[in-house]
């Protein structure tokens, strides 16, 4: 069999309860349904670190936060963005005869305006022209953007600063360009195509009225933690959701985005059967990070409950047998588990652990976890850590998920913020409503255990939380 192709399909802010065969969420998702049927269906897929440049950065690098030093989004006013030295999977793939392509977001590059006012690119606020050669870390077709929220009117650049405006839904148009190079690619050689969808993202509003129709006034039941008083962001600020209609309508619209990115699967899909393509191509479907939508009164990511770390992971094509698997696989972990999956090198530097043999078996490997990460990165709350000559890095929180438990240490995003331990039964509290607080590690074998496995990583990362541990 000729070397197997590659097709990488993620959404950004994306949660794992969101796919119809989750038997969580009330959305529709037949296609991706159908696949996950026909594929390895991960349940305990994990972002790290639960925010979009961080998760990114780990997972084409293969690195953890700390080693790739994207500890927070890449936004104005910080130089903050995946460095030129790291060695990403597009390098790797190109270095062994793939074709690489990336569509659509990245989010791995510094903001234009932190260097300059009005960058020639027209890039604003968050966004980045990201130009030909090493800041594209292996990846030659290039219809992509940093990071922009206009869904319905997205914008793009490809190899010259002319920034290409198109009045379409981004994931349709995204899929489109992404059909077109499936058709148009050399079939002579293996490729390797990254697709990045920003919805459901927030704006959750812009979704073409098709998708929402399928939600229009429906009344959907919401999950049993979620609560609608004072519904906020991490950061504490309100999420102007003041009523329950407020908030099922907002749900009404996340929902129709991923039914939206439903189609565009299909489309791809059904370009690959057409192209040939499908049977020797590893086709993966995830995300980035989840969204809280309300659950413990929170909206969007960054935080460590289910619904911000746990996202969808399919993996299917190439002869890979249809099955579950629930091995604990974190951001870092996809680089290296591609790689050995496409039978290709895995460079030395990446960290992530290779689940390839677990997946391949549909199996669960109890002892197996990963790690949980956050640090603060928002101007309010950066301000008040420089003031206090406190590094960013320092603090926030780090964890351990395994099938069964997360266990969190929480140091907090400000100087006052007292360091508590805390460990979610997942088994017994799947809603994550009845933490204990660990006072005494002595005291619960868990906790300690998970502790320790905290401890050594942090050691490994030279991470000065370590030090927060032990105050």
């Not at 460590?304 to 099955?323: C, D």
Request: some cysteine; overall charge negative.
């Amino acid at each position: 069999m000729n070397q197997p192709n590659l097709l990488f399909v993620f959404a950004d802010q994306w949660r794992r309860m969101a796919m119809g065969c989750a038997q969580q969420d009330a959305v529709l998702t037949p296609n991706m349904d159908s696949f996950a049927a026909q594929s390895i269906y991960c349940t305990n897929a994990i972002s790290t670190f639960p925010l979009c440049s961080p998760h990114r950065a780990c997972l084409f690098t293969g690195r953890w936060p700390h080693a790739n030093g994207v500890f927070t989004n890449c936004k104005p006013g910080l130089s903050v963005r995946m460095q030129d030295s790291e060695i990403c999977i597009g390098q790797v793939l190109k270095e062994n005869g793939y074709q690489t392509g990336y569509i659509g977001k990245w989010h791995l590059d510094e903001p234009e305006i932190n260097h300059q006012e009005a960058p020639a690119s027209g890039a604003r606020n968050w966004d980045a022209y990201t130009p030909p050669g090493v800041r594209r870390h292996g990846f030659d077709f290039w219809h992509s953007y940093g990071a922009c929220d206009e869904h319905l009117t997205p914008h793009y650049w490809n190899d010259t600063e002319e920034k290409v405006e198109i009045d379409k839904w981004s994931p349709e148009h995204e899929t489109d360009v992404a059909i077109d190079y499936l058709q148009n690619c050399d079939k002579t050689k293996p490729f390797s195509l990254f697709v990045s969808w920003n919805p459901p993202h927030s704006p959750y509003n812009q979704v073409p009225s098709r998708y929402l129709d399928l939600y229009r006034d429906k009344e959907l039941p919401l999950r049993a933690n979620v609560d609608y008083h004072n519904i906020h962001h991490h950061t504490t600020e309100t999420a102007n959701l003041n009523t329950p209609e407020e908030l099922m309508q907002v749900t009404r619209e996340y929902f129709a985005a991923v039914s939206g990115l439903d189609d565009q699967f299909a489309r791809l899909l059904k370009t690959l059967e057409e192209q040939g393509l499908r049977e020797n191509t590893i086709v993966v479907l995830t995300a980035d990070h989840g969204d809280m939508m309300g659950s413990h009164a929170l909206m969007a990511k960054h935080v460590w409950y289910e619904e911000s770390v746990g996202i969808p992971f399919v993996i299917g094509g190439a002869g890979l047998q249809a099955g579950v698997c629930n091995t604990t696989i974190g951001s870092a972990d996809v680089a290296p588990t591609l790689l050995s999956l496409l039978q290709l090198p895995i460079p030395p530097q990446m960290q992530g652990i290779d689940r390839a043999a677990e997946i391949k078996a549909h199996t669960v490997q109890d002892d197996s976890f990963t790690y949980l990460y956050a640090t603060p990165g928002g101007p309010g709350l950066l301000g008040p850590l420089k003031q206090a000559g406190i590094d960013p890095r320092s603090i926030g929180w780090r964890g351990i998920r395994s099938p069964r438990y997360t266990y969190i240490a929480d140091a907090g995003y400000t100087p006052q913020s007292k360091l508590r331990r805390l460990l979610y039964d997942l088994q017994e509290d799947p809603y994550q409503l009845n933490p204990q607080e660990i006072t005494d590690l002595a005291q619960n074998a868990v906790a300690k255990k998970m502790e320790q496995q905290l401890q050594k990583w942090l050691l490994q990362q030279q991470d000065d939380f370590r030090f927060r541990l032990n105050a």
